[in-house]
């Protein structure tokens, strides 16, 4: 049993990261055979593109997919910690997988993911919920098919979290869940440490992919007929600062670009590392969309202060000019959070003036959630939660007014659509993304899925717009 450590999770070693290769286990690759496996995610892109490795990872084993929990042999939740609600979905979701495994107690349960390096975590599944099978961490995913081999030799609750970060793995299968559309990981790990985020804590330290694992694997997707890459990292702009050579983000942007690629997004960009050698390449090449999504957290400086962001606002400010200015045509889109411990009507305030101000096209809001072993958790909050939940409300009431107001801006304009597959609304009703992440449904035939598309924006929502295939 290797169980977390949240002391040694905190420390940044400086040991060199190497580079090794993932290599299937041979003996291994039939102990999925005619077994079904069940895996759901929680959380950000990170973990999506983690769930892509673990789907492949098993099937290289031989086990199927299901989609169905009912009749799967492993079942599988991909954890997020970043707010208590993620904590207590997968809790909730697990009451379901015992009831399964009361009926058929051969059926493996497990949680991976960031849940998983949480030592409070742990320590509850070890005391509470004994008749799981596997608990395996964010840097042990490699190790996937040894650990179930030994859940389901030794029968009992088999843990492998690695606190500390180890090298990085390149080569791990992957199995993709779009045919257009890709994730990459440029870089793990964070090393901000914003007072109020766990992600420190499970992901390890920063280190950044080497630029020719990455653009290998940008070229192949190209081969294969992607049209889209996500280059995906805790605070992207940092990309590099942890290389030994002199390449950062906006020599991968750069890089990437060249590929000719049809379309290319990055996330999350920090306020902080946003360079202006980043602004320009951006600017510069067609195939990196005018979306950038930058997280203000809050207004006010003094809670930035406390938060730990390291720019104020005056300086997000400038620096959100600075992107309007130069890619005009931008969609910005940002993360707020309220009710952050000694947040006063004031402070509160000065974040609702920044979203007057920058008129976000989207936002994320979140009410402060404390994560155990964060500096933030052991601050006093003064805040009533009934306080919290008005400033929510507020905020919200503000930032999808500006949605609307930024969508309008579409209407009867025509504009680039990356056809993905059908909406959710169902009966011929396809849906794709613009160049500026906004979402389309469109009434079309199926032939035009895994095509980029003109389409004449008719009507428009706050979180959608409705358009017809411009014919040429
Ligand atoms: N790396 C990204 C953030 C990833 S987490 C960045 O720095 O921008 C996504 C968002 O969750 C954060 O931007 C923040 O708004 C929110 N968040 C993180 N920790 C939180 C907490 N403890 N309570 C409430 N919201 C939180
Ligand atoms: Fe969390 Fe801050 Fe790192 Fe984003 S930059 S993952 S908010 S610590
Ligand atoms: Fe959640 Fe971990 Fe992502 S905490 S937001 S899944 S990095």
């Not at 990872?57 to 993620?86: G, H, P, Q, V």
């Not at 970060?165 to 992957?174: K, L, T, W, Y």
């Not at 950044?208 to 992607?226: M, N």
């Not at 079309?444 to 959608?464: A, F, L, M, P």
Request: proline share 3%; aromatic share 8%; net charge positive.
């Amino acid at each position: 049993m290797l169980v977390p450590n949240l002391k040694q999770a905190k420390i940044r070693t400086k040991n060199k990261i190497e580079i090794d290769k993932y290599k299937v286990d041979e003996t291994l690759k039939n102990l999925g055979q005619g077994k079904k496996y069940f895996l759901k995610t929680y959380g950000c892109q990170m973990n999506e593109h983690d769930s892509e490795n673990i789907k492949a990872i098993l099937e290289k084993m031989s086990y199927t997919e299901t989609i169905d929990m009912e009749d799967a042999d492993l079942i599988l939740l991909n954890t997020c910690a970043i707010r208590e609600n993620a904590h207590n979905k997968v809790f909730g979701y697990l009451g379901r997988a015992k009831n399964l495994k009361m009926r058929k107690p051969s059926v493996i349960v497990g949680i991976c993911g960031c849940m998983a390096q949480e030592e409070v975590v742990v320590n509850k599944i070890i005391n509470e919920y004994k008749w799981m099978d596997i608990v395996f961490g964010t840097h042990n995913i490699h190790n996937l098919p040894h650990i179930l081999k030994k859940a389901i030799d030794n029968k009992k609750l088999e843990i492998e979290v690695f606190s500390c970060e180890g090298n990085i793995i390149e080569d791990i299968p992957v199995k993709r869940d779009s045919k257009y559309k890709a994730w990459i990981n440029i870089m793990y790990g964070c090393d901000k440490f914003c007072t109020y985020c766990i992600v420190p804590y499970t992901r390890g330290k920063q280190r950044s992919r080497k630029k020719e694992y990455i653009l290998k694997e940008v070229e192949e997707l190209v081969r294969d007929g992607y049209l889209e890459v996500t280059l995906l990292g805790q605070n992207v702009n940092a990309y590099g600062k942890d290389l030994e050579e002199d390449y950062g983000m906006e020599n991968l942007l750069e890089d990437v670009a060249k590929t000719g690629i049809k379309r290319i997004r990055f996330v999350t960009s920090h306020p902080w590392d946003f360079t202006d050698k980043m602004i320009e390449v951006i600017k510069k090449y067609d195939n990196i969309m005018p979306y950038i999504h930058l997280p203000l957290q809050s207004g006010s400086d003094k809670i930035l202060k406390l938060m730990g962001r390291r720019y104020t606002k005056e300086e997000y400010l400038e620096l959100h000019k600075k992107l309007k200015k130069a890619l005009p045509n931008s969609s910005i889109t940002t993360d707020i959070i309220v009710g952050f411990p000694n947040e006063t009507e004031e402070d509160f305030k000065e974040t609702l003036d920044v979203v007057n101000n920058c008129k976000y096209d989207s936002a994320f809001t979140f009410i402060f959630s404390p994560r155990v072993g964060t500096p933030a958790a052991k601050m006093k909050d003064d805040v009533p939660f009934e306080v919290k939940q008005e400033r929510l409300a507020r905020l919200n009431e503000l930032v999808n007014k500006y949605s609307k107001e930024a969508n309008l801006k579409y209407k009867d304009k025509v504009v680039p659509v990356l056809i993905e597959g059908y909406s959710e609304k169902g009966d011929n009703i396809l849906m794709g993304y613009t160049d500026t992440m906004k979402l389309v449904n469109i009434k079309c035939d199926k032939k035009y899925i895994g095509t980029i598309q003109n389409v004449r924006i008719k009507e428009v929502k706050t979180w959608s717009m409705d358009g017809v295939l411009e014919e040429d």
